[in-house]
Each structure stands twice: as structure tokens, then as C-alpha cells.
């Protein structure tokens, strides 16, 4: 029995609810495991992916970021925005891509830059810094769009991009798997990662040990906002326009898919590796249901029910960890 609390508390529920999802759909759906939807499942996850590893950099850090959602939705109307202008001037497909790229890369930072000063140096909480974030950017994008969408994007950006590549895989994926490498190296071999999850297990005694928390806090913030802005990019690439209501549920998707994954609202915990089987099984989730022709109201009620459990697996497992930390001290007594 504790040897099971022990491995609950290490890895959650999450490879059995993985394993629990594909079977149940496997045998309920007959198109679920067919060649094609592995592949296509995979290429669905790279956006969600790269916001929730967002997500996970600022849950570790002990905060969270309610301005997912309008991150989105800004950067996909400012991106395309700028990219038809850049076009338009230049008459460059890939100058357009590129500067409407860096663009996104940059604002994301300014604005993960702009949460992180409040969090760490106005020291405002995270809920009301990102919250008015995104009623900022909420409004902005109105503003900017005029509630349209943006078309007529350059073809290398709106079908090159989204198109397959070598093994049948998009090129969207391929742009995104050196990312979560070098997020996983990051996070697990170097002195910001190491201080990442000092900051978030205990800021206190971070501070007495020298960390700089105030830097780590902001950069995480920086990092998270940079990733989310890369991920709305891609799936603006994706989609094949800005649209002003882009990330509508990212927010809600980011949190659960880091928190399913082990990453813990109290901060100090989570991985890269936990993020992306989290975000596998959300987008597997989705996907069933879509393919079991679920109506949209019923997905947004099962994700809901997928966030609260989310939340109840993440204070098991803290009830796990405690439990065995007590039985190794208590074997060490004896």
C-alpha cells in the first residue's frame, strides 16, 4: 500500500487515464485508432503544447496566468496584421513571415515582461496582474481588429507551414519539437531551471540562499508569454487567418493539461514530459469526442469536469508526498 501512495504521489493517474481514454474510445469509436488520427492528433497538440509548457514555467514558478486566452487571440490579429502589411510593402513572403515572427516573439516577451514586474517587483498577485492583462488585451484586440477577421494571408505562411513534411507530419510539428527540447534541457540541466523549482517549493528559503527570485519570477514570466505567443503564431498558420476570439478556452486548456501533467498550483513541481502526456490527453479526449460526435456544450462541460478533477488529483497528490516524506522520517526514527 505505500509502495502505491509512493509511485501516486511520483506520477499521478495520469498514464492510466491515458491508457483508460484510448481504450474506451478504441472500442466505442471504430475511426479512433485508424492510421490517419494518430498523426493527426499529434499535429493538433503542438499549439496547446507550447501554451501549456507556458503555463507550466509560470505554475513552477508558484504563479499562474489567467491572460492566456487574450495573449492569443492579440498575437493572432497583430501577426497577421503586420504580416499582410509587410507583404503588401515588400512583396517578400518570407520577410513577411519572418518579421511577423519576431514581432510575436517580442510582444509575447513584453507582455510576460509587464506580469512578471507586477508579480515580483509591484508584488500584485498573479490572479490580478494576469487577469487585467487579459482584459487589456481583450480590448486591444477588439480595437485593433474591429472584430474582423484577418484573410489573405502570404501562401507560405497560411498553407506551406500547415502543410505535411517528410514521415507525413506537418511542418507546425517540426517547428515545435526543438522547442520542447530545449525547454526539457532548460528545465532539467541549468542554474535558471534548478532555481525555477527552488523559487516555487519555497521562496522564502530561496531568498535566504541567494537566488535571485525577483529575476527567476520575471524570466518565467517572459519565457511562458513567449512560448504562448509562438504557440498562437503557429496555430494562426494553422487556421490560416488572425481571428479576434483565436484563444477562447486556452486558458482553461493550458491549466489543466500542466496540472494533469504534475505540475502543482502551489508551485515547485512540474516537467516538460508531464506536460506533454497531460496535453496528449487532453487533445485525446477532444478528439474522441469529436469523433464520437459529442455537441461543443458537452466538450466544454467534460474539460470543465477534466479541470476539477485536475485540481483534486493535484492535492492527492500532495497528501501522497506528505504521507511518504512522514513514513521515511518515521523509518529513519526507528
Known amino acids: ?10 506520477v499521478g493517474p495520469l498514464p492510466l487515464l491515458l491508457l483508460g481514454v484510448f481504450v474506451y474510445f478504441a472500442t466505442t469509436t471504430p475511426t479512433f485508432a485508424t492510421s490517419n488520427n494518430p498523426t493527426e492528433l499529434l499535429q493538433r497538440s503542438v499549439f496547446l503544447l507550447l501554451m501549456a509548457m507556458g503555463q507550466m514555467l509560470i505554475l513552477v514558478s508558484g504563479g499562474f496566468d489567467l491572460s492566456v486566452a487574450a495573449v492569443v ?7 497577421s496584421q503586420v ?20 514581432l510575436t516573439l517580442l510582444v509575447g516577451g513584453i507582455i510576460g515582461l509587464i506580469n512578471g ?9 498573479a490572479f490580478i496582474v ?35 513534411g517528410p514521415l507525413g507530419l506537418s511542418w507546425l510539428v517540426y517547428l515545435t519539437i526543438p522547442v520542447v527540447i530545449a525547454m526539457f534541457f532548460l528545465t532539467n540541466n541549468s542554474v535558471f531551471g534548478a532555481n525555477l523549482y527552488a523559487l516555487g517549493d519555497n521562496p522564502v528559503a530561496a531568498r535566504i540562499a541567494g ?18 505567443a509562438y504557440g498562437a503564431w503557429l496555430l494562426t498558420a494553422r487556421i490560416g487567418s488572425g ?40 487533445q485525446m479526449l477532444t478528439n474522441g ?46
Open 289 to 334: 469526442m469529436n469523433l464520437a460526435r459529442l455537441d461543443a456544450n458537452s466538450q466544454q462541460i467534460a474539460i470543465g469536469v477534466a479541470l476539477v478533477f485536475a485540481v483534486l488529483i493535484d492535492r492527492l497528490r500532495d497528501r501522497a508526498r506528505t504521507y511518504s516524506a512522514v513514513q521515511r522520517t518515521l523509518a529513519l526514527a526507528a
Open 117 to 125: 514586474m507586477g508579480v515580483a517587483l509591484l508584488k500584485i498577485n
Open 130 to 164: 494576469t487577469l487585467a492583462a487579459a482584459t487589456i488585451l481583450g480590448g486591444l484586440t477588439i480595437i485593433v481588429s474591429g472584430g474582423i477577421t484577418v484573410t489573405g494571408l502570404p501562401t507560405l505562411f497560411s498553407r506551406v507551414l500547415a502543410s505535411d
Open 83 to 102: 504580416m499582410l502589411r509587410t507583404y503588401s510593402g515588400s512583396g517578400n513572403e518570407v520577410t513577411a513571415v519572418l518579421v511577423s515572427l519576431a
Open 1 to 10: 500500500m505505500d509502495w502505491l501512495i509512493l509511485q501516486f504521489g511520483r
Open 73 to 79: 487571440s492579440f498575437m493572432s490579429i497583430v501577426s
Open 243 to 282: 481571428q479576434p476570439t483565436l484563444g477562447a478556452t486556452y486558458t482553461m486548456e493550458t491549466i489543466t493539461a500542466a496540472v494533469i501533467g504534475g505540475a502543482s498550483l502551489r508551485g515547485g513541481r512540474g516537467t516538460i514530459v508531464g506536460v506533454v502526456l497531460g496535453v496528449f490527453f487532453m
Open 211 to 228: 537566488i535571485p527570485v525577483r529575476r527567476v519570477t520575471i524570466i518565467a514570466y517572459v519565457l511562458g508569454s513567449v512560448l504562448i
